[in-house]
């Protein structure tokens, strides 16, 4: 997983417009919720079903989009009202359950496994499933999600299955395309990754054309989708490709051109790639379990392109970190905070197996939703310097794979399992 160092300032009713929040960092503003003695009551304030998949939800005002895959065989396309889970409108196309290619891990994922992109300059919101469908729909006030365009980037790109990406037998996996779209400019880029034209590809918004695809031609990763990152200026994109961290500007001529690219192939090709600005760092987290079993600190510069601070042996396997005021926290096989100037551990507990997601709320605490679906809610380093200070849990809260991240967003917290189930919390001041 990559990630950088991160801070955001805070304001109050905050929308969820993008995978891991609006600065696609897993920080937000919204508060945890916590009294001083209890949190979350119960019961919540709504719980549904919207069909099969990781795709985390988005919240845009007071609409919750979200996708997933029923089982008659199509991807729906939903809009909840936040406040009671209503469905306003629903869309629906055709849809596999698994990716064309798919090999491997079939019980562990279904379904849509992307979270959906909102462009609030365009209103328009973009999906892309397993099977490689990219959608474009109108979300504006009345229209209902009108679909606007779409193609498939397993037929108009001849992609093929993954192919095996290191030595270790029995890694060769293809969960089918598992990335958030990202919109940039009139642009929405995705990663292809067709080895003739390009990984990362930038296609116009108003009717899906062809702007430009990148230099570097990888097999596209399994992961979390690309992420804005400023190097030296320039506005570049983030993505943990099969072979590399990749590092790829994004700005009028140079689109597509490489800036960096930091050698990481990970068995079964899990890495999940995510970045967010920092004030103060050019450095990108990359971190994996499998071969690696390691965490890195990459620094990015348009001259030197990519430079290793430090490693650790600190890995996350699936929840992308999240850097808040110069710490590291992850939830995978537990709960960590790790220094981000040096790399060294700074605290560890809970109980957090694989799947898991976590974020910081805008009192500096942090949120774990995780296992089969248990909500945690910890100190961060701010308050807890020295150890893990867990202030409430609600276990069993869903009973299935908490894959999908976990949502904070104009007063309410959402989760999500694979099964498609969706709780629903407000958050009191």
Same mark, same amino acid.
């Given at each position: ?120 300059? =365009?209103?328009? $919101?973009?999906?892309?499933?397993? *099977? @490689? ?5 109108? +979300? &504006? ?100 490709? =099969?072979?590399? $961290?990749?590092?790829?500007?994004? *700005? @009028? ?5 490489? +800036? &960096? ?169």
């Amino acid at each position: 997983m990559a990630a950088t160092s991160g801070w955001t300032s805070f304001s109050f009713a905050e929308d969820w417009p993008h995978w891991r929040g609006s600065e696609r960092n897993g920080i937000t503003s919204e508060p945890s919720a916590w009294n001083g003695k209890d949190w979350l009551k119960d019961p919540p304030a709504w719980q549904t079903n919207t069909g099969k998949g990781a795709a985390s939800p988005l919240v845009i005002g007071d609409e919750v989009f979200v996708i997933g895959w029923s089982d008659d065989g199509k991807d729906i396309f939903r809009c909840l009202d936040l406040k009671s889970g209503r469905e306003k409108w629903s869309q629906t196309y055709p849809a596999p359950q698994y990716g064309r290619h798919a090999v491997g891990d079939q019980g562990f994922f279904r379904g849509v496994t992307g979270t959906p992109e909102y462009d609030p300059e =365009s209103q328009r $919101l973009f999906t892309l499933n397993c *099977d @490689g469908q990219l959608c474009a729909w109108d +979300v &504006a006030p009345g229209k209902k999600g009108q679909p606007l365009w779409n193609l498939n980037l397993y037929e108009d790109y001849g992609i093929e299955r993954r192919p095996q990406i290191t030595k270790k037998k029995n890694t060769l996996r293809d969960y089918g395309y598992t990335s958030s779209p990202l919109a940039f400019g009139d642009s929405i880029i995705v990663e292809v990754g067709d080895p003739e034209s390009g990984n990362l590809m930038a296609f116009r918004q108003s009717d899906g054309s062809r702007v430009w695809s990148s230099k570097n031609r990888d097999v596209a990763g399994h992961s979390g989708g690309p992420n804005l990152l400023t190097v030296d200026d320039v506005t570049c994109a983030v993505i943990a490709t =099969s072979n590399h $961290l990749l590092i790829t500007r994004l *700005d @009028g001529d140079h689109g597509g051109e490489t +800036v &960096a690219e930091y050698p990481w192939a990970t068995d079964y090709s899990n890495t999940i790639a995510s970045a967010s600005p920092h004030q103060a760092s050019q450095s990108v987290l990359i971190a994996s379990r499998y071969n690696h079993n390691a965490m890195a600190r990459v620094e990015i510069s348009l001259k030197n392109g990519a430079r290793e601070i430090w490693r650790n042996r600190y890995p996350t396997g699936v929840c992308t970190p999240v850097v808040f005021k110069d710490h590291i926290y992850f939830a995978n096989k537990g709960i960590y905070c790790v220094d981000f100037a040096s790399g060294k551990l700074v605290w560890e507990g809970g109980r957090v197996s694989d799947a898991g997601s976590c974020i910081v709320t805008g009192d500096e605490r942090l949120i774990t939703w995780a296992n089969s679906g248990d909500l945690t809610l910890t100190e961060t380093a701010t308050r807890s310097p020295d150890r893990c200070h867990i202030l409430a849990e609600k276990p069993a809260v869903l009973n299935d794979m908490a894959w999908p991240h976990v949502v904070a967003a104009n007063g309410h917290l959402l989760v999500k399992t694979v099964n498609g189930d969706v709780v629903c919390y407000q958050l009191e001041k």
